[in-house]
Every structure is written in structure tokens, then in C-alpha cells.
């Protein structure tokens, strides 16, 4: 495994890469650190000055995470790794559409048509709501007018 | 320049926890570039500390202490 290749075993020391890791994570922190401030803030002039600053987070955590790419450091999965650029991959991109820079760090095209395939359709609020709240002869949408007005006391909550 | 009388608490709050969470990072950051054996690391582990400790002062500044001064003592 490459990232293992400055591991030094005996010297109880970190890695180059658990090191990057170990920044990475605490500009995450520091990045929902700062999300919380800017939602607390009261004046204008706080909030700009911790927008600033999180947008300097956003950059270093995308330096670091440039770097550890690199050098293979950063194991995300086969989506990331087909998907960016450094690597020694003969795959194109597919649908940049989510692409924010040339870097291509943010490849997420795979999952996310996914996820909006099965969340797209409504089947899953449909059954359930068939399941535990309509008679079994019901055979209309949970949604639609008619089977609102005649099941009005079964309506679930989250009909509305 | 100080805000720190229009400060609220909660700003204030928020502000020693990312100071706090900066120095860190700087600290951390001069220790790995002294472990590190990479050379372009080394690089890039100062240039993100060279830019934590322009958020430190920032952040400083804005609680009212000056960079330099010896007033940020507990946030050191």
C-alpha cells in the first residue's frame, strides 16, 4: 500500500500522511466551527470576518487534499480515484457538471445520480404510506385529493 | 481598530474557540514540517501555517488584543 511509504515503525512517529489527516481534520472542524459562527453572529462585520475565514478553510482543506491526491494518500474509493485527474487514469470524466475546478477533487457525478433516482420518485412515501396508514383495496396515490377527503382521520402527519 | 465592545458574548465565544483551534493548528503544523521527510510537505505544511497565523491575528484583532501585544496571553 502506498501510503505506507514514509511510515517510519520505529520511531514512534506519525506518518507524512497521517499527519495530512490529522490537519485535514481539523479544518473540517474548524470549517463547521466557523458554519456555526457565521449563523451566530450579530453584526455584519463578524459575520464577513468569519465568512473570510472559512473560505480560507475551504482553500487550505483543498490544498491538503490536493496534495494527499498526489501522492495517493487519500483513499476515497474507486469514484475518486477514476475520476481525478493527477491519478494515472486513462478514465475521462464523466458529467462535469458538478465540477468546481480542474483539479476534478470533486467528482461526485456517480452517487448523485443515484441517490436522485430512488429520492426522485415518490415510491417510497407512496408505500409507506400505503402499508401503514390505507386499507389494502386502496389503490390511490397517497397523495392525491380523493383519498385525502375520505381517509381524513388516518392522514398521517406528513401528509400535510 | 478594536470591536471588542460590540462584541456579543456568543461572538466572543466563538471567536476564542476558533483562536484557540488556530494556534493549534499552527503548532501542529511546525511540528509535522519538522517530522515530515518530504520537502514539498515541508512547503506546504508553512504556507498553511503562515496562513493560520494570519487568521490568529485576525481573530485577535477582532477580540480586541493586538497581534504583538502581550494582552492574548490566554488565548497563547
Known sequence: MATRSSYQPNRNRLSDRDMLMDLLATEKYMSHLYDHAIMEAASDTVRDAFAALQQDEHETAQMLFDFMQQHGWYTTGANRQKTGR???????????????NTQGSIPMTQADSRYAVTSGSRRLGQ???AGKNRSQGNAQPSW??????RSDE??????? | MSHSTSLSPKERSYMQDALQMENLCIAKCGVYADQCSNQAMKSLLFDVARNKRHHANRLKQLLGNQPGSSTGRQYQ
Do not use: A, K, N
Request: glycine share 10%.
Open chain 1, 86 to 100: 493527477r491519478l494515472q487514469s486513462s478514465q475521462p470524466l464523466s458529467g462535469g457538471r458538478l465540477q468546481r
Open chain 1, 127 to 129: 408505500s409507506f404510506g
Open chain 1, 144 to 149: 392525491s385529493r380523493q383519498s385525502r377527503q
Open chain 1, 154 to 160: 388516518t392522514r398521517p402527519e406528513w401528509d400535510y
